[in-house]
């Protein structure tokens, strides 16, 4: 999944209901979820073993024959764009590409199941039942709970830093991390390095 769209997938659908530093949460277990996730410590050991869940998931994701047209078109669109003058053909074919890969994307039942679950319970559950995904998180010597909760601190973490460094927020809210988003500001350019590692492993799927 291009530009860590595992990690946005996991993260912002249970962010919404679990960090009410951007929204409010009311429900019982939800609350027992966010507080799993803040007492969730980040690491660079941890992002380690996210990146390799990322990599292998995308290699095993490039042998379906969809996400091999899928690259394929990206690439061609990708060319074009770069030409500096473009034929009304390839204007035509640009759009037409667009089209598709949008359609493919819009597609991808993976994504769409990741994205219905509501707590990390069902988050963990719909990636047991990913046998891709789940090979990989075991191969990393994480339990799919553990995956869902560390891409969930990262994404929660990013978001709190990110609002900080925009001077939007002044003061982190009770259930966010404050260990986790320093160690993201402590980390910053090595995390920035990773995450460029995993979008390129992942080549824009």
């Known amino acids: 999944m291009g530009s860590l769209r595992m990690a946005l997938v996991v993260g912002v659908v249970l962010v919404a209901p679990v960090a009410p530093a951007l929204a409010q949460s009311t429900a019982t277990p939800l609350d027992r979820d966010a507080q799993e996730v803040k007492s969730y410590r980040l690491s660079m050991s941890v992002l380690q073993k996210l990146g390799a869940i990322h990599e292998a998931a995308a290699a095993a994701r490039m042998k379906d024959p969809r996400y091999q047209q899928l690259a394929g078109k990206k690439a061609e669109l990708a060319t074009l764009e770069a030409k500096q003058e473009p034929t009304d053909a390839e204007q035509e074919r640009m759009g037409a590409l667009a089209e598709e890969i949008e359609r493919l994307e819009q597609g991808d039942d993976e994504d769409a199941s990741l994205g219905n679950a509501r707590t990390l ?28 909760t560390a891409e969930l601190a990262l994404v929660q973490a990013g978001l709190a830093y990110g609002l900080q460094k925009a001077g939007q927020l002044k003061q982190l809210p009770d259930e966010v991390s404050k260990e986790n988003v320093e160690f993201l500001r402590q980390h910053e350019q ?13 080549g824009g799927c």
């Open 121 to 148: 319970s069902e988050m963990a559950g719909k990636i047991d039942a990913l046998p891709a995904l789940a090979a990989a998180v075991r191969g990393a010597g994480m339990t799919t709970r553990e995956f869902a």
């Open 190 to 202: 090595e995390i920035k390095a990773l995450r460029a590692e995993w979008e390129k492993a992942e």
